[in-house]
C-alpha cells in the first residue's frame, strides 16, 4: 500500500519560513499532481497548493506570493517553501497525491486510480 511520508513542520515566528516535503516511497506507480493541504481548528481543509505532473502549479489566494510548491519526480517529492508566515496559516498541513498503481489483480488485472493524503505535519505561526 503506497504510504506517504510527510516532515517540514514546526512552530515558527510571524515573519519565518518552513519548507514541507512529502516522499512517496517505492515503485510501480504513476504519479499525476500532487499538493498539499490544510486544516485549521475548527475548519475545514482547504487545498493550499497544487503542482501538475507537467509542472503547472496553482496556490490559493491567501498564500500567493509568500508560498511556492515544487515537485522532484526524480525523488517522488512534493515540496512547500512557506515564506512570511503568519499566523493565520497555523494548520495541520497534509501532503496530497493523484497516483495510479498497479496491476492489481481481482479475477483480471487492472489499475488503479486514487486521491492519497498523508497523515499531517502541524505547523504553528506564533511568538
Known amino acids: 500500500q503506497v504510504q506517504l511520508v510527510e516532515s517540514g513542520g514546526g512552530l515558527v515566528p510571524p515573519g519565518g519560513s518552513l519548507r514541507l516535503s512529502c516522499t512517496v516511497p517505492g515503485s510501480g506507480f504513476t504519479i499525476h499532481a500532487m499538493g498539499w493541504g490544510r486544516q485549521a481548528l475548527g475548519k475545514q481543509r482547504e487545498l493550499v497548493a497544487i503542482i501538475t505532473s507537467g509542472g503547472s502549479t496553482n496556490v490559493t489566494d491567501s498564500v500567493k506570493g509568500r508560498f511556492t510548491i515544487s515537485r522532484d519526480d526524480a525523488k517522488n517529492t512534493v515540496y512547500l517553501q512557506m515564506n512570511s508566515l503568519k499566523p493565520e496559516d497555523t494548520a495541520v498541513y497534509y501532503c496530497?497525491?493523484?497516483?495510479?498503481?498497479?496491476?492489481?489483480?481481482?479475477?483480471?488485472?487492472?489499475?488503479?486510480?486514487?486521491?492519497?493524503w498523508g497523515q499531517g505535519t502541524q505547523v504553528t505561526v506564533s511568538s
Open positions: 496530497y497525491v493523484d497516483i495510479t498503481t498497479g496491476p492489481h489483480f481481482d479475477s483480471d488485472y487492472y489499475y488503479a486510480r486514487d486521491d492519497l
